[in-house]
Every structure is written in C-alpha cells, then in structure tokens.
C-alpha cells in the first residue's frame, strides 16, 4: 500500500471509532474512577477500571474532545479489556514507544490492532497528547484499581 493510501485507510479507522465508539459509557462495578484532562487541547476523559483478580475486566468512559482522543479511548478499550494487566500494560508500553517515534517506527499490527492508525499522530507534538489521554488516565485508573484490591504482590 503507498503512503497516502495507508495515511487515508488510518484516517478512516479513527473516525470510525469517533463516529461508534467501543465500550463507551461508565459502568458498575469499578474500583477506581479519574478524570483526566487535555488542555492543550480541551480534550476530557472520565475513566472507570474494573479488575477481577489480574484480569483487566472492564474499562469504561465518557469524554469528548477532538476526534483522535475518543477514538484513542475507544481502540485502548478493546486492546486492554480481558487483558492481564502485565499484558495490557505491555500493550500500553508499545503504543508510548510508537507515539515517541516522530513517525520513524513501523508499529506492530498483531500487538497495537487498530492502534496502529495514530502511527501519523506521532509527528505531530500538539496531538501526542490527545492520543495518550485515555492511556494515560488507563495507567493511573488501574495503579489505583491495584491499590485497592491489595494487588497481588
Ligand atoms: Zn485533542
């Protein structure tokens, strides 16, 4: 596929995720609740993390902001549920690495799955952010959510 073909076939997946997104909407029971903001760019998200034991049993979120940080919101949401932590946390460090790659890296489709179409957002400085949010408050939702259940170690 050439470049403007891949660019437009990513541009595609993001504004299908904004347009329906996946798992949206805060549901019980969780263990930890955040809210994360963007102000750079207005973007806001209220995350909730239900773990049952090390499993990542639900993630769910209300939000809104520009296109790629709800469609960021939706994608994580498939890639980290039903997840074991480690594991999601594996895929979480993938998609940092990718968006601190100023585009140079060839991001792995078998572990970022529609992830892979925020690959253009990382030559972008200003819209990095946008694209981490949802992790970002993912991260900090499942630290608490950990905290809470003593963890297992
Ligand atoms: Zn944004």
């Not at 034991?53 to 790629?68: K, L, N, P, Q, R």
């Not at 957002?121 to 630290?143: E, Q």
Request: charged share 25%.
């Amino acid at each position: 596929m050439s470049a403007p073909q891949l660019e437009s076939l990513y541009q595609e997946i993001i504004l299908d995720h904004y347009r329906k997104p996946h798992h949206r909407g805060l549901r019980d029971p969780y263990e930890a609740e955040v809210h994360h903001l963007n102000p750079t760019c207005g973007d806001e998200i209220t995350l909730r993390v239900h773990l049952d034991g090390e499993t990542v049993a639900d993630v769910s979120y209300e939000g809104h902001g520009c296109s790629i940080s709800q469609a960021s919101a939706s994608v994580m949401t498939d890639l980290v549920i039903g997840k074991p932590i480690g594991e999601a946390t594996a895929v979480h460090e993938e998609f940092l690495r990718l968006m601190q790659s100023k585009g140079e890296l060839e991001p792995d489709e078998d572990v970022l799955e529609d992830a892979v179409a925020f690959a253009g957002v990382s030559r972008y400085p200003a819209r990095i952010k946008c694209a981490l949010l949802a992790w970002m408050a993912w991260k900090d939702a499942t630290a608490q959510a950990v905290d809470q259940t003593g963890g297992s170690e």
